[in-house]
T-cell receptor
Framework: DAGVTQSPTHLIKTRGQQVTLRCSPK?????VSWYQQALGQGPQFIFQ???????QRGNFPDRFSGHQFPNYSSELNVNALLLGDSALYLC????????????????FGEGSRLTVL | KQEVTQIPAALSVPEGENLVLNCSFT??????LQWFRQDPGKGLTSLLL?????REQTSGRLNASLDKSSGRSTLYIAASQPGDSATYLC????????????FGKGTRLSVIA
């Protein structure tokens, strides 16, 4: 049973560029959430997708956008990169909260380490 | 707004010692609380999930407790080993089922052989 997979694992960009990060949820999960973790900090919620729509959003600017595909996989896009966007980007999957077997447990991938120079 | 605090920020103990990591949250109206382990530069591994109706959960040498009334959770690690060295994060979920997790900054644990 494959867990949450993310790609790429590491990438380096320069200020002003754009980046796309990818995530495949755990088998059987239909909801994907993205978190940003700066060095020495706890993860911060960016947004959540299910049924191919953004359902909730944290306190992040519009430069951060996403997409969910029919197979439940997801992308995170960040435009006009800033130095402060350097972080570990974590994808988490779960069942939709109103599903019969929902427990509220989140499963995370290994993350994508983004460095902005 | 929920805030989660973990104290201490870092902890160093000799191998074999039993230890307790603390997590406090400001809003007691939570659905559940989840403990994670994070190795340097890696993702989060779920350790224990405690539903709001539960007082504790156990997995091997780990035991997590939850006291909603005081806004506290503890993670107890028995007979610590060098392989337990990692950052431990706790996260609380609000009462509405779809609310995102709110994380603490974690406790960095070093177990010295």
């Amino acid at each position: 049973d494959a867990g949450v997979t993310q790609s790429p694992t590491h990438l380096i960009k320069t200020r002003g560029q754009q980046v796309t990060l990818r995530c495949s949820p755990k088998s059987g999960h239909d909801t994907v959430s993205w978190y940003q973790q700066a060095l020495g900090q706890g993860p911060q919620f960016i947004f959540q997708y299910y049924e191919e729509e953004e359902r909730q959003r944290g306190n992040f600017p519009d430069r951060f956008s996403g997409h969910q595909f029919p197979n439940y996989s997801s992308e995170l896009n960040v435009n006009a990169l800033l130095l402060g966007d350097s972080a570990l980007y974590l994808c988490a999957s779960s069942l939709l909260w109103d599903r019969e077997f929902w427990t509220g447990e989140l499963f995370f991938g290994e993350g994508s380490r983004l460095t902005v120079l | 707004k929920q805030e989660v605090t973990q104290i201490p920020a870092a902890l160093s103990v000799p191998e074999g010692e039993n230890l307790v990591l603390n997590c406090s949250f400001t809003d007691s109206a939570i659905y559940n609380l989840q403990w994670f382990r994070q190795d340097p530069g890696k993702g989060l591994t779920s350790l224990l999930l405690i539903q709001s109706s539960q007082r504790e959960q156990t997995s091997g040498r780990l035991n997590a407790s939850l006291d909603k009334s005081s806004g506290r959770s503890t993670l107890y690690i028995a007979a610590s080993q060098p392989g337990d060295s990692a950052t431990y994060l706790c996260a609380a979920r609000g009462l509405q089922g779809n609310t995102p997790l709110v994380f603490g900054k974690g406790t960095r644990l070093s177990v010295i052989a």
